[in-house]
């Protein structure tokens, strides 16, 4: 075989592994970025069950303030109605399951925290996640763009 054929050949098998190679580096960042909108979507999940529980806290202690105080209460998806709380020794505290239990204002608040503390920390985890696959993501994009200009 002459020289010329060989580097012909040569050229070809780089030509078809180079392009093997951005094939999968375009498949890992499609990959990639999809992974990273689904933890775009859970942070932004937690992050707004962490500001409902802030609330609740917030309303607890408003409650317990007063003997008699007036709130508003949701009746269902955007509707509100003003009520008055007779009762701000005890509330009835969701635990899961759809199971509302009674409990003083010190559990319910100790419950809520404790609730709040294992949401953030799936939050931080979630986050950690998110930095880890940008870098990826970012070290993907870099090595096709180099593959690419070649």
Request: net charge negative.
């Amino acid at each position: 075989m002459s020289d010329a054929r060989i580097t012909q050949t040569e050229n070809k098998d780089n030509n078809v592994s180079s392009r093997d190679a951005i094939n999968q580096l375009r498949y890992l960042q499609n990959v990639y970025s999809q992974q990273y909108e689904v933890l775009e979507n859970q942070i932004s999940t937690y992050s707004i069950s962490i500001d409902a529980i802030l609330k609740g806290i917030e309303a607890l202690d408003k409650a317990t303030k007063s003997e008699k105080s007036k709130t508003l209460i949701n009746t269902g998806p955007g509707v509100y109605m003003e009520g008055e709380i007779t009762n701000n020794k005890t509330t009835l505290t969701y635990i899961g399951a759809g199971y509302l239990v009674e409990k003083t204002i010190a559990e319910a608040k100790e419950f809520i925290e404790t609730n709040k503390k294992k949401q953030e920390e799936v939050l931080k985890k979630l986050l950690s996640e998110k930095t880890k696959l940008q870098s990826e993501l970012i070290d993907v994009m870099y090595k096709l763009e180099s593959l690419q200009q070649q």
